[in-house]
């Protein structure tokens, strides 16, 4: 079982920055991965970014702009930093604790509750 806990979200201007936190524990098992997912209302859940061993994917979307690393005390701890915000970033971020397979994310059930980013045009 892993709980998660997202944190950072806000509101932010076009051209802006906001740096997210998930904090992940459970019990120790073969996930060996996180990574970030966006929702907005009325749409599916979409892949942002995922950091494994020495690796990191990001959507295309995002490349360039945000950044995805951990913590180096706690690989369970985990960022997304987002710069040069803009108003199609908007949506609940969720950090989620899944497995990583030769390259390719794969989500677990194990899901935060989702943090809030806005952002205004």
């Known amino acids: 079982q892993w709980q998660l806990v997202e944190s950072g979200g806000g509101l932010v201007q076009t051209g802006g920055s906001l740096r997210l936190s998930c904090q992940a524990s459970g019990t120790p098992s073969r996930l060996n991965a996180m990574a970030w997912y966006r929702q907005t209302p009325g749409s599916q859940r979409d892949f942002v970014a995922a950091i494994a061993i020495a690796s990191t994917d990001y959507a295309d979307s995002v490349k360039g702009r945000f950044t995805i690393s951990e913590d180096n005390a706690d690989k369970d701890t985990i960022y997304l930093q987002m710069n040069s915000l803009k108003p199609e970033d908007t949506a609940v971020y969720y950090c989620?604790?899944?497995?990583?397979?030769?390259?390719?994310?794969?989500?677990?059930?194990?899901w935060g509750q989702g943090t809030q980013v806005t952002v205004s045009s």
């Open positions: 989620n604790k899944g497995t990583d397979y030769n390259g390719q994310y794969y989500p677990s059930g194990y």
